[in-house]
């Protein structure tokens, strides 16, 4: 009997390992498969940006202002202490 209990307690180990070995194999392999995958994404995605890059460029940064730009803030500037004057006589010829 206990030569029985021995080979049955030996096939149950042994099943044990060789299910643990193929849950290690089926372990590498999906961790093989999600760096595969990462490292095609990365590819892919930093040949999108110098596809981007190349058919669709920033835009030119705006020249520095010219003396004209200039002359139209000060009009601008103009305007607005004309309006606040306006603003206020029309206020004090109410009351």
Do not use: W
Request: with cysteine; aromatic share 10%; hydrophobic share 45%.
């Amino acid at each position: 009997m206990n030569r029985v209990k021995s080979a049955r307690y030996d096939l149950i180990t042994l099943k044990g390992s060789c299910v643990f070995f193929e849950s290690v194999k089926i372990m590498l392999l999906g961790m093989a498969t999600v760096f595969l995958f990462l490292m095609i994404m990365s590819y892919l995605t930093s040949l999108m940006s110098k596809f981007i890059q190349q058919y669709f460029p920033e835009a030119p940064l705006s020249p520095a202002p010219t003396p004209r730009a200039q002359a139209k803030r000060s009009d601008d500037k103009a305007k607005v202490a004309a309006i606040a004057a306006a603003i206020h006589h029309h206020q004090t010829t109410q009351n």
